[in-house]
């Protein structure tokens, strides 16, 4: 059985840095077929995609993090990552990382999407 394990959030304070990371379990040589993505939610708000990754390593970021965040993964470990910089306040939230098996589209940070969730890791970015 897949699981994606978080790790990596914390406390920051705006114009920080920090680096996210998800290990995926479970899935054997299948994990680099997978289209994988980072998503968030913020108390109140609806589930927000942040950026998503596909097999050949082609990123997709939203608007909002655009040029500020990086998304990547290691095949080899079976690992996902997102660095962060120049946070701010509005990047406060909990954080998911995402798998989607079978992707049949391009891969896009679309929650509906996508079939196994992580149990998230908060980030705060203090004003």
């Known amino acids: 059985q897949v699981q994606l394990v978080e790790s990596g959030g914390g406390s920051v304070q705006a114009g920080g840095s920090l680096r996210l990371s998800c290990v995926v379990s479970?899935?054997?040589?299948?994990?680099?077929?997978?289209?994988m993505g980072w998503f968030r939610q913020a108390p109140g708000k609806e589930r927000e995609g942040v950026a998503a990754?596909?097999?050949?390593?082609?990123?997709t970021y939203a608007d909002s993090v655009e040029g500020r965040f990086t998304i990547s993964r290691d095949n080899a470990k079976n690992t996902l990552n997102l660095q962060m910089t120049s946070l701010k306040a509005e990047d406060t939230a909990l954080y998911y990382c995402?798998?989607?098996?079978?992707?049949?589209?391009?891969?896009?940070?679309?929650?509906?999407?996508?079939?196994?969730w992580g149990q998230g890791t908060q980030v705060t970015v203090s004003s």
């Open positions: 995402a798998a989607e098996f079978w992707p049949s589209a391009p891969c896009r940070p679309l929650p509906r999407g996508f079939d196994k």
């Open positions: 479970g899935s054997g040589y299948s994990y680099s077929r997978y289209c």
């Open positions: 990754i596909d097999s050949a390593s082609t990123p």
